[in-house]
T-cell receptor, first 115, second 115 residues
Framework: AQKITQTQPGMFVQEKEAVTLDCTYDTSDQSYGLFWYKQPSSGEMIFLIYQGSYDEQNATEGRYSLNFQKARKSANLVISASQLGDSAMYFCAMRLNTGFQKLVFGTGTRLLVSP | GAVVSQHPSRVICKSGTSVKIECRSLDFQATTMFWYRQFPKQSLMLMATSNEGSKATYEQGVEKDKFLINHASLTLSTLTVTSAHPEDSSFYIC???????????FGQGTRLTVV
């Protein structure tokens, strides 16, 4: 079984500051992928960043970086230089690379960026 | 990224009627589509995995006779909520991928309200 845990229901950050959203996961599989999605109030799921379990370097995509600590089973999302448009729900998800390769989501963190 | 279109974006129906939601991959052929349900302020919960040309695989606790999934072609999957009740009111969202080990792209979601 796979499980994703996001312990921060809500986070506040000031514009232009960096923020870290926590994500821990649990699986006994060795091959898996970790994803972060942003969900604005419109409901669409916007892909932000991906980290494979065998990737040795932390993934980065523009202002997003993923702090992958495999031994601790954590995959925290770091958003640098926050913008007002970053206010949204953020979901961490895991995909096992076996079977149907389903995505399992965490409970999400609501980020609010203030001016 | 690839485009997945979901229709309708919003639907209101009367209790006891059926509603069909379409999920189309516009610029790629999707061998697998996933259907999720999201209640307000909650995470995405996988309902079923749909492979083209075969019966959908439902997650535990999801009634297959109530949530009919058809994946008749490589670009279209449909979810029919039969005999809808107010408790079925939710946000339904699909995702589609070309093959295993490729990224899944999300539709815009459908907000269903049963009155």
């Amino acid at each position: 079984a796979q499980k994703i845990t996001q312990t921060q229901p809500g986070m506040f950050v000031q514009e232009k500051e960096a923020v870290t959203l926590d994500c821990t996961y649990d699986t006994s599989d060795q091959s898996y992928g970790l994803f972060w999605y942003k969900q604005p109030s419109s409901g669409e799921m916007i892909f932000l960043i991906y980290q494979g379990s065998y990737d040795e370097q932390n993934a980065t995509e523009g202002r997003y970086s993923l702090n992958f600590q495999k031994a601790r089973k954590s995959a925290n999302l770091v958003i640098s230089a926050s913008q007002l448009g970053d206010s949204a729900m953020y979901f961490c998800a895991m995909r096992l690379n076996t079977g149907f390769q389903k995505l399992v989501f965490g409970t999400g963190t609501r980020l609010l960026v203030s001016p | 990224g690839a485009v997945v279109s979901q229709h309708p974006s919003r639907v209101i129906c009367k209790s006891g009627t059926s509603v069909k939601i379409e999920c189309r991959s516009l610029d790629f052929q999707a061998t697998t589509m996933f259907w999720y349900r999201q209640f307000p302020k909650q995470s995405l919960m996988l309902m079923a995995t749909s492979n083209e040309g075969s019966k959908a695989t439902y997650e535990q606790g999801v009634e297959k006779d109530k949530f009919l999934i058809n994946h008749a072609s490589l670009t279209l999957s449909t979810l029919t909520v039969t005999s809808a009740h107010p408790e079925d009111s939710s946000f339904y969202i699909c995702s589609a991928r070309r093959t295993k080990n490729t990224e899944a792209f999300f539709g815009q979601g459908t907000r269903l309200t049963v009155v």
